[in-house]
Structure formats: C-alpha cells, structure tokens
C-alpha cells in the first residue's frame, strides 16, 4: 500500500466528512427510466437496420447461414477482396465460411499481433493493407444501432477497427432493444465474470466519423469509413 | 501559458474577430439545437438526466468507497494503478514509465486531463514526442494552440486556415477540400498508430464494480492508442469514477446526446485491463494514473457539484459569453460556464482565474443544459463572492481545515476605486426608491444626462466615477420618455 495511495484517500475522506451530506441531498434519488419497449422481435430487427442506415451503416439480411456465407462472399468478390483479416472462423459463427472463402480465393486472416514492441509493429504493419476484415458480433442494440463486440481467443480488435471495410455478422436473435437489454444479455451469457476472459468489449454505432472541421461530417477517419451488417434470421 | 495576453484584451480580440463570431456562432447553435431535438425525441429524456445527476453525485457522495474499489478492479484485472496527487506526480509517473520501456513515441486520444497537467511538455522535455490523434486536436497541437471547445477543439478554425497549416507542417499540397484535408491527417495519423511504444488516453468513465476504463470517441483514434501500442496509459480524474455498468449505460446516453447529438457515439470502447494471455492482439501492459491535482479539495468545499460535470461542453454551446469570445479568451484549460468555474478552483495560478466568473451573464442557459443539471450560475455567483472576500474561506465549512484557496483576488485598481463609489450610489438608490417624487427626479436626471452623452444611440463612456464601470460595458442610450410618462401620455389621449 503506497504512501501516495494513503495520501490520496485521506484527502478524500476527509474532505468528504465536511460535504458527503450535502452531496446525498443534492443527489436525490431518481430511479433510472424504462424506454418505451418493442413490439414484436421483427420490429427489433426493423429497428436496428433502420438505426444502422442511418448512421450510414449498410445491411443485408440473410434467411439462413448459407445464404449469409453466400452474401459475405459475393460482397468480397464485387471488390476483389482476396486478403481478409477477421477473427477466428469459429467465432464469427457462419457454417461453411472457410470452404466458402477458400473457394472464392479468398484468405482470411487471424489478426495477431501480440509479443515484443518489434513484433507488434510487424504485426500490424502487415495487416494495414487489407482491404477488409470480418467480424462476428456479441449482441446488438436496436435503438442506437449499436453493435458489441467482446475481445477473446480468435477474437481480435484490430478485426473491427484497422481495415477501410469491416464486416460484421449479426445473428437475428442477438439484436435486442435498448443497452441496458444488450448488457443483460452479456450478463447472463458470460456470468458476472464478463471480463475475466475479454479485456476488451467495444460498442460500434457506424461508420467512423469527424466533424472537427468545421463540423462537416467526414466518414473513414481512423477506423472503418465503411461498415456493413449482415442479419442471419436463425 | 506565460505569455497570456490581460483577459481583457483576450475578450476584446475573439469579439473584434468577426471570422471567429462566425465560426462560433454556427458551432454552438448547431450543437445546441441537436442536443435539444435528441434529448426531446427520448419520451424519458429529462428522467433519464435526473437519473444522470442522482448516479453522478452519489458517486462523489462515496468517492473514497468507489475509487478504492475500482482500483482494487483494475489490478485484480491484471492492471497497474498509480495515485497522483498532483500535476507533477502524474507527468512524473508517465515519463519515467516512456524511459523504462525505451518509449520514444507516444500517441494521445484526447484528454482535457493531459492539458491540465501539461503532460505533452513533460514527455517532450523528456525527449518523447506525443502525438494528438483526434483531428481536432492534432489540428490544434500542429498550430501550437489550446483546444478552444471541450468537445470541438478547432472549432475556432476554418478550413482555409487547416489548409494552410496541413500545406505547411505535413507538406501536402494546400487543398480546401475537408475529405482531403481529413484524409491527410488519417494518413500521417495512422503510421504513427503503427509505430507507436506507448498510448495515453483520457478517461470518460471509469466502473468500480468491474475495473473497466471507458472512452468514448467518434473517429476511432481512442481505439487505437488502446490496441496498437504495447503500453496504455490512462489518465483520469478521481471524480470520474461512476458505481456500477448500468450507471455507465445511462451516462452514456445523455454524454454523447449532450455533446453533439448523437445517440450514442460511434465508438464506446470498454477496457478491463490489459490483453489476456491467448487474446490475438491489444497492450500487453495497463496503467491507470488516478489524478488529484486539487479535486479531493474541492470535493470537500461548497463547490463539490462542479466534480459531477461529465465534460460534454452543452453548457459552452449554450453560453451567450461563450458564444461570443469563444475558448481561448478564457485563458485556462476548460472554457465556458463550466471553465469559469473549474480554472479559479483547479488553476488557481492562472493570472486572473479568480475573475473569469465574471465573464457570465448569469442567465441560466448553462444549467438548463447540463445533463446533470449542476447548478452553475450558482457556482460562479460563490466564486465571484469569494473573489471579492479575498481569501476568506467559504462560510459553512469548518475553518480548521485545509480549504480550497479562494483564488487570489487579482483586483485592480478601477475596481477598488469602483467599490466606495458601487457603496454610495446604492445608498443613494435606496433613498430614491423611498420617494417617488425623488425617484422620478433622479430617473429623469439620469434620461437626461444619458442622452446627452450617448453616441448613436450607445452610452459608451461615463464621467468620472462611473468611467471604470463604463469601460468594460456598454448600454443603450435611455428613452426619450420614461415607462411612467408613455403610460400617463397614452390615457390622456384615450378618447
């Protein structure tokens, strides 16, 4: 225990013996609200593709995995994708993806990037000219078009933020209404130990995005100016 | 910082800057509208401030409970926390942390934090270069300024003048063209994301019940310098603690909704210490510096409410001084409603801090803003008392202990003189309010001489002693006809 820590708390502490009263009655207690909920599961996956358009997030949805795989692969082939970062195929959750790619010519690649500073930096230099990555997704949020996704083995971050394209793959009943919903959701998935495993979980709401000049929106500054969901009904 | 221009001249240059007016102008109106119309398409838009306010200051109410609880996360976590007591301890810490791994290159995701503690200065004077990454901010370190909006850092600059500096210090060719100019600094930004040993960021949340360090970004650059370098540094303030997740979730909402109008902000980006063991990329080390640096002592004065801000600039776009003279003229760190409270209790050293509560209208614009609705206008008429009082401490709190130093009282000259002569004249006011007949006489005595000295309709200039008052302000010539004499001309010509 540093002396500083001490230090500090001390400070704290007695500092909060004059005013933690007076800062009680200032709180108050209001109760967090209920948003209004949804109607049906179809109205939530109106709702989030409706909400992920508007961000300029674009969407296809998929009646089965097939067809997802199917419309995974055409996407890559229309821009002549043949190097792809993603996370592990297993994660991603899509039946036949390897084959699918292979196929197609397409490699996907495991984005590791871990060990010494040296490593790191060839790591990821490597991986900077790929046109394009894949994800799978944890849980998605209807209201904001929000998606999460939680760090893990085969589960790479640089998979959602380095390439100029990021897919994303969503399963129809991993959209849920509000993020209060989409955190239970995790909650009881992973237990209370969400993080014991993922020192990462990021929620994604679009492209993108700067309006520091002049507050003129602009996509595809630092991390994918294009993204794109595909729903799998299952 | 040592070449600060008087705050009277720095007013007087942003108003005489019609570009900057204009710039202004358009900035804050937009946001503040968006943030209206988002906050107003919630049916549990207010309740859900409410909510904001009562989670923010029960924080602070338990602070030394939650931030010793998040602590204890974090390095349960696999996380390293370091307790700053002040601005030098932290630079120290984040330095001598660069020299132990050999880090000659650091990237930044913005940290109103780091300009507080001038942490780019020390890692520069250590021989490590850090690097803003938001292009606001780097736009604004490559001018070798100050962020002049909490949220919108270049917002005081066109983008003719982003052109001419990008022409200048990148070497590009000079294009006006936004998706350029953006793609330009994407380009410089992203070789140095590649290369960099270490990432600082700010903190916009921290969990206690889990250990998770939330930051809160549009471009995806606090993204970055928390996956590429093999080190992340954090840098947050103690008040920024909130309880628990679902705390976080209603504080996000009303942050991002607040701040520009968003329902939530493209990238929420949740760190719980540092990579795992088998997890294919993200640092392999995490340290949290907890800063102080004066807030332990302002939790413990009649300013406390000012620590539950969640720095999402609503009350500077709402600001009518701010809308006008814009950041810089504030001279601190933190502009705005919410600076002018901040600078005099977190800067005190600043020449003048102590009267930026001046520079406030008093009308509420900011409290109606503030997601959790900190009582502002309350806040500045305290600091202006305590200005006047000098270093008197505040009233209710026990005398004994340590008390945030009522910011010198830099009063000159006019306003001494200006006292005695504040004192007379209320005397001589409630004198006048005592008689009517004595009360029209001095109204009509002043109608009279008010338009004598008014120039196009404008007072601008006071004899002697009203001459100091005079010089900071200006007022519409008086009417010809006073309300009372309208009122009475107006029956008698009712048939």
Not at chain 1, 16 to 42: E, I, K, Q
Not at chain 2, 323 to 350: C, E, F, K, M, N
């Amino acid at each position: 225990m540093s002396a500083e820590r001490e230090q500090m708390l001390q400070s704290i502490r007695s500092s909060l013996s004059r005013t933690r009263a007076t800062l009680m009655a200032l709180a108050g207690d209001a109760v967090a609200p209920l948003a209004p909920g949804p109607g049906s599961a179809a109205e939530m996956i109106e709702r989030f593709a409706s909400e992920w358009t508007r961000l300029s997030g674009t969407c296809s949805r998929c009646p089965d995995e097939a067809a997802a795989t199917a419309a995974l692969v055409d996407l890559l082939r229309a821009r002549s994708v043949t190097r792809l970062l993603g996370w592990r195929p297993e994660q991603i959750g899509l039946a036949g993806l390897e084959d699918a790619l292979r196929a197609a010519g397409i490699e996907l690649h495991d984005a590791v990037a871990r060990g010494r500073p040296d490593e790191r930096v060839a790591a990821v230099r490597a991986f900077e000219a790929y046109p394009a990555s894949v994800s799978g997704v944890d849980v998605a949020v209807a209201t904001t078009g929000t998606l999460m996704l939680r760090s893990g083995h085969g589960r790479g971050r640089l998979a959602s933020l380095l390439a100029p394209l990021h897919i994303a793959v969503v399963r129809a009943s991993d959209v849920v209404w509000t993020l209060e919903a989409a955190y239970e959701h995790q909650r009881r998935r992973h237990g209370d130990e969400l993080f014991a495993e993922a020192s990462n979980l990021i929620f994604i709401s679009g492209p993108s995005r700067t309006g520091d000049i002049e507050m003129v929106l602009t996509v595809g500054v630092h991390g994918p100016g294009e993204v794109h969901c595909i729903i799998v009904e299952d | 910082m040592q070449t600060l221009p008087p705050l009277r001249e720095r007013v007087t240059i942003a108003l005489e800057d019609a570009r900057l007016g204009e710039l202004l102008e358009r900035g804050t109106v937009r946001y503040a509208n968006a943030r209206r119309a988002s906050i107003d398409a919630l049916p549990h838009g207010e309740a859900l401030r409410d909510r904001a306010r009562t989670i923010r200051l029960t924080a602070l109410a338990n602070l030394d409970r939650y931030i010793e609880q998040l602590a204890g996360n974090v390095e349960r976590r696999g996380g390293t926390v370091y307790w700053a007591s002040d601005a030098a301890a932290a630079n120290r810490y984040v330095v001598d942390l660069a020299r132990r791994r050999q880090v000659r290159s650091v990237v930044k995701s913005k940290s109103m934090l780091s300009e507080e503690i001038h942490l780019n200065a020390a890692l520069a004077a250590a021989g490590v270069e850090a690097v803003e990454t938001d292009l606001g901010e780097y736009i604004v370190q490559l001018a070798g300024e100050t962020p002049a909006h909490i949220v919108a850092p270049a917002i005081h600059k066109t983008k003719e003048q982003v052109a001419d500096l990008f022409a200048e210090r990148l070497g590009i060719p000079r294009t006006d063209s936004i998706p350029e100019l953006t793609a330009a600094a994407r380009r410089v930004l992203r070789e140095r994301f590649l290369s960099a040993g270490m990432g600082v960021s700010g903190v916009n949340f921290a969990v206690a019940e889990t250990g998770t360090i939330v930051t809160v970004t549009n471009e995806g650059n606090g993204r970055f310098c928390t996956t590429t370098p093999p080190i992340h540094v954090a840098l947050m303030g103690i008040e920024r603690v909130v309880p628990t997740m679902d705390d976080l979730l209603v504080l996000l909402q009303v942050l991002a909704r607040s701040a520009t109008g968003q329902q939530i902000s493209v990238y929420t980006n949740l760190v719980t210490g540092p990579a795992r063991p088998g997890e294919p990329d993200g640092p392999e080390e995490l340290h949290l510096v907890l800063v102080d640096n004066g807030r332990s002592r302002v939790l413990g004065s009649e300013y406390a409410e000012a620590l539950a801000c969640i720095r999402c600039g609503a009350c500077l776009n709402a600001c009518p001084v701010y809308r006008a003279i814009g950041g810089h003229a504030y001279g601190g760190v933190y502009s705005g409603p919410i600076g002018a409270v901040l600078t005099p209790l977190l800067q005190p050293d600043l020449p003048e801090a102590s009267i930026l509560p001046e520079l406030s209208s008093l009308c509420g614009a900011c409290q109606e803003a503030c997601p959790v609705r900190i009582d502002l206008p309350a806040l500045l008429l305290r600091l202006r008392r305590d200005a006047v009082a000098g270093a008197r401490p505040a009233p209710h709190v026990d005398a004994a202990v340590p008390q945030v130093p009522a910011p010198q009282a830099a009063r000159r000259a006019d306003t001494r003189l200006g006292k005695g002569v504040e004192q007379v004249a209320l005397h001589l006011w409630a004198l006048g309010m005592r008689s009517p007949r004595l009360y029209r006489w001095g109204a009509r005595a002043a109608r009279l001489s008010g338009r004598l000295l008014a120039r196009d309709g404008r007072l601008t200039r006071l004899p002697p002693p009203l001459s100091a008052w005079a010089r900071r302000r200006d007022f519409p010539a008086p009417a010809a006809l006073s309300f009372g004499e309208q009122w009475r001309r107006a029956r008698e010509e009712q048939p």
